[in-house]
């Protein structure tokens, strides 16, 4: 049964930094690519950024682009999203997820985290 467990959310101030991690377990993880999104209150889930099995091959939003910069590290099964000068629009709960595609779709993605939550105040 694959597992992926978020951590590292929670309150911050508008221009801070949260680092998001997810802990994946179950089954090899370094043969699948990688995806975080999010959802706000009212919203439809959105995408956020991927990442190869390999992490050479990343892919962003353009609403997070050069701020957020999801990494992986398959040695300790984690997938990581390094999120900077945060907006109070990026206020959500953020899950991660795995695919075996590359995809910015989420009916692409197959197992999903329970999710961490983001806010960001002004």
């Known amino acids: 049964q694959v597992q992926l467990v978020e951590s590292g959310g929670g309150l911050v101030q508008t221009g801070g930094s949260l680092r998001l991690s997810c802990a994946h377990s179950?089954?090899?993880?370094?043969?699948?690519?990688m995806g975080w999104f999010r959802q706000a209150p009212g919203k439809e889930r959105e995408f956020v950024a991927e990442i190869s099995w390999s992490g050479a091959n990343t892919y962003y939003a353009d609403s997070v682009k050069g701020r957020f910069t999801i990494s992986r590290d398959n040695a300790k099964n984690t997938v990581y999203l390094q999120m900077n000068i945060l907006k109070s629009e990026d206020t959500a709960v953020y899950y991660c997820?795995?695919?075996?595609?590359?995809?910015?779709?989420?009916?692409?993605?197959?197992?999903w985290g329970q999710g961490t939550q983001v806010t960001v105040s002004s």
């Open positions: 179950g089954r090899a993880f370094s043969g699948y690519n």
């Open positions: 997820a795995t695919t075996r595609g590359w995809s910015s779709m989420s009916k692409e993605y197959d197992y």
